[in-house]
């Protein structure tokens, strides 16, 4: 069974540039999620999705960051304008009832 | 909402020796707590998990014990071994059933294996 597709692995950006992420889950997986990892803590929830509808966005900074997630699939994670503080491993998770499956993140590097 | 301390933050053991991780829970009405081990450049891997009708779970040379009047779990890994080495999380969830579990992850243990 194919895990949890992310990309890019790795990204470098100037402070207030934008920046998108992607995601796809494992297939048949109906609930999707966004962590913001900074170096050295756990993950942190930014929003969870279930199918196409949001279920808990309470700690995503919506006056920079968006998500989506079209037709319940794929979903897309984006900065606007990215902030140095921003800098952090961006992981997206898929569960089909409980257990979180987790991608193996994209780095992203604020300068 | 929801807050997670893990202890230590991190632990140095030699191979065979046992390795105890411990975590604290706030809210009383979280019932699932998942361990996850996270390797360098990876992202975390589910290791076991326990919920919170049952006291303790075991799976092979990991196991999990849970006190709910005391609001604590601990991750058991004995016999450990070199490969053990990496980052372990514990989290803690109120699962609402179906798919709706939300997260709060501790700030992780680095875990060292000596050979």
């Known amino acids: 069974e194919a895990g949890v597709a992310q990309s890019p692995r790795y990204k470098i950006i100037e402070k207030r540039q934008s920046v998108a992420f992607w995601c796809n889950p494992i297939?048949?997986?109906?609930?999707l999620y966004w962590y913001q990892q900074i170096l050295g803590q756990g993950p942190k929830l930014l929003i969870q999705f279930q199918n196409n509808g949001v279920v808990d966005d309470s700690q995503l900074p919506k006056d920079r960051f968006s998500a989506e997630r079209l037709k319940g699939v794929d979903s897309t994670l984006k900065i606007q304008p990215a902030k140095l503080e921003d800098s952090a491993v961006y992981l997206c998770?898929?569960?089909?009832?409980?257990?979180?499956?987790f991608g193996p993140g994209t780095r992203l590097t604020v300068l | 909402g929801e807050n997670v301390e893990q202890h230590p933050s991190t632990l140095s053991v030699q191979e065979g020796d046992s390795a105890v991780i411990k975590c604290t829970y706030s809210?009383?009405?979280?019932?699932?707590f998942p361990w996850y081990k996270q390797e360098l450049g990876k992202g975390p891997q589910l290791i076991i998990d326990?919920?919170?009708?049952?006291g303790e779970k075991k799976d092979q040379r990991i196991a999990v014990t849970l006190n709910k009047t005391a609001k604590h779990f601990s991750l058991h890994i004995t016999e450990t071994q070199p490969e053990d080495s990496a980052v372990y999380f514990c989290?803690?969830?109120?699962?609402?059933?179906?798919?709706?579990?939300?997260?709060?992850f501790g700030k992780g243990t680095l875990l060292t294996v000596n050979p």
């Open positions: 989290a803690a969830s109120i699962g609402s059933g179906g798919s709706n579990y939300k997260l709060t």
């Open positions: 297939s048949g997986h109906a609930t």
């Open positions: 326990i919920r919170s009708n049952v």
């Open positions: 998770a898929s569960s089909p009832t409980g257990e979180q499956f």
């Open positions: 809210d009383s009405a979280s019932n699932y």
